[in-house]
C-alpha cells in the first residue's frame, strides 16, 4: 500500500504467510489496512518467495526454534538486543499489532475483553476449517466427505447460532457505546475486524445458511457487517487487489455442505 | 489453599467452570498454586453451587453479555468502576494472572513468546478433545466411535509428533538459559504449567502411545516434565486432593484410541 506520513513513524513490519489464500494472515492484514500502516506481505509480491517464507519459517535454525505454524510478524529492530521480533500465533500478533496500532481498547479492562472477544471469533475460524476436514489436515476433502457432511451439519445446525447469539448479544450490551457498530467501546478494535473477517468467510463457503440465519441477528448483519466494511481503510482495501478472494484455504465453498 | 501472607496483598479470585473436571479450569489453577496465591473455585466447593456456576455464567444478564464458554476469572474491584472484572478465554485468563503473578515472561518480547507458546499448547489441547469428539460436541463419544477413532489415529500418528518436536526444539533453543526446564528465559511461566497440563492429560489419554515416544523428546520428558512437577508449589498442589483427576473431560483414556 502507499506509505503514509502515519506509516513512516512504524518499523517496517513483515507478514510471514502462505501465498495466494486470505487464510490467516488476513485476520493481520486487516489490521493494518483499518491502522492504514504499510507493511510487507512478500509470499503475496510478484516474483516474491511465495510459499518459501512458510517454508523457512517452519523449519527454524540451529540456535532459533522454528515457529509452530504461520502467521508470523517480523518486527525489525524491536527483538531483544535490537534483533527483529518474530511473533507468532495469530492472536499474540493481533494483540501486540493492536496495542502499538491503537485498535486494542481503549482502557486494560477494554483491552482483555478484545482479545477474548478476538480469540472467540477465531475459534468459529478454527471450527469453520474444521468442517471441510474434520479428521485429518494432512488428507484431501474428498478423503474425509462422509464426515465433513456430519461435521458441517452440526456446525451449520448448532455452532453457527451458538456463536452468532453469542455475538449479537455483545453487541446489544454495548449499544449504548458502539451502536451495534463495535463489539467493545465506541470504536474499531481488532476484535472487530476477526470477527469481520470470519462472517465474510461464512458468507461465502456456507451463503445459504448465512441468508436463512442474518435476519435473526439484526445487529451483527444489520449494523456491525456493514459498518466494518465501510470503514476507512477498509473499505479502500476491499476495493483493491490487496484483497484476495477466497478460494480453498480456511473457507471452502462446498455446496453439499451448505444448506439445500 | 492456605492463605499465605502474599496472597493477602491479591484480590480474591474467583474461578468460574464446571465441577469435578480438571478440563481448562485446570490451567488456570496450575497459575494460582504455582504463584502459591489462594483462589476460590466455587464449583468444587463442599455444598457449593456445583455446575450452577457455568449456568448463570453463559447465560448472563440483560445489561451483560454472557460469557461464551466457561472458564472465566472473576476479579471483584478491578472492572470499570470498580465493578468486579470478569475475564473469559483460559488465554486471556492466562495472560492477565501471568502478568499479574509473575509468570508471564521478564520483558515485553518474553511475554508475547509465552503467550504464543501457551497458544499452542491449548491447541494441543483442543485437538486432544477432538480426538474423542470429531463431530459434535452435542453428540455421545458413542455416536462418532468411527470417525473418533480415524481421528485418533491422525492425531498419533501425525500431529503429537508435530507437536512434541516444536517443543522440544524450543527447549532446546532455549537450553542455555533454561537448561531444558523452561520453555522461555530462565524462570516458570504459564506457557510451562500449560504445555505440561497437556502432556500430563496425554499421558492419561493415551498412555502406550507417550510411553512409546517418550524417549524421542529427551528435554520435554527428561527434564521439562518432572521440572514442573518438583516446582515449588506445584508439588504440593499435586499431592493435594484439590488436583482433580482425569476422567470424562477433555482427557479421556479410551483404549480404542491408544496405540495397541
Redesign the interface.
Known amino acids: 500500500m502507499a506509505t503514509t506520513k502515519k506509516a513512516r513513524t512504524h518499523p517496517p513490519y513483515e507478514l510471514l504467510y502462505w501465498p495466494e489464500i486470505p487464510g490467516r494472515g488476513e485476520f493481520i492484514r486487516l489490521v493494518f489496512e483499518a491502522a492504514r500502516v504499510s507493511y510487507k506481505d512478500p509470499a503475496n509480491e510478484p516474483d516474491g518467495p511465495g510459499a518459501q517464507v512458510v517454508v523457512s519459517l517452519t523449519s527454524?535454525a540451529d540456535?532459533?526454534?522454528?515457529v509452530?505454524a504461520p502467521p508470523a510478524l517480523k518486527v525489525p529492530g524491536?527483538?531483544?538486543d535490537g534483533a527483529p521480533?518474530l511473533?507468532?500465533?495469530t492472536?499474540?500478533i493481533l494483540?501486540?499489532l493492536g496495542d502499538k496500532l491503537g485498535l486494542a481498547g481503549q482502557?486494560e479492562?477494554d483491552k482483555?475483553t478484545v482479545?477474548?472477544h478476538a480469540?472467540?471469533a477465531l475459534d468459529l475460524n478454527n471450527e469453520t476449517h474444521?468442517t471441510h476436514h474434520?479428521?485429518?489436515v494432512?488428507?484431501y476433502y474428498e478423503d474425509?466427505k462422509d464426515?465433513a457432511l456430519?461435521?458441517a451439519t452440526?456446525f451449520r445446525e448448532?455452532r453457527i447460532p451458538k456463536?452468532f447469539s453469542?455475538f449479537e448479544?455483545?453487541l446489544?450490551?454495548?449499544e449504548a457505546q458502539g451502536q451495534g457498530k463495535f463489539l467493545v467501546g465506541s470504536k474499531l478494535t481488532y476484535a472487530d475486524t476477526t470477527l469481520w473477517q470470519v462472517l465474510s468467510g461464512l458468507k461465502f463457503a456456507y451463503p445459504n445458511e448465512l441468508k436463512a440465519r442474518e435476519k435473526d441477528y439484526p445487529l451483527l448483519f444489520g449494523s456491525f457487517y456493514e459498518n466494518v466494511a465501510e470503514t476507512n481503510g477498509i473499505k479502500e482495501y476491499l476495493a483493491s487487489e490487496r484483497r484476495l478472494p477466497f478460494s480453498m484455504g480456511v473457507f471452502r465453498h462446498y455446496p453439499e455442505l451448505d444448506r439445500s
Chains 1, 2 share one sequence.
Not at 63 to 66: E, M, R
Open positions: 527454524g540456535d532459533k526454534p522454528p509452530f524491536e527483538g531483544k521480533l511473533l507468532y500465533q492472536p499474540t494483540s501486540y482502557d479492562v482483555t482479545l477474548s480469540l472467540t474444521d474434520p479428521i485429518a494432512s488428507k474425509q464426515e456430519k461435521k452440526e448448532n456463536f453469542f448479544r455483545v446489544k450490551a454495548n
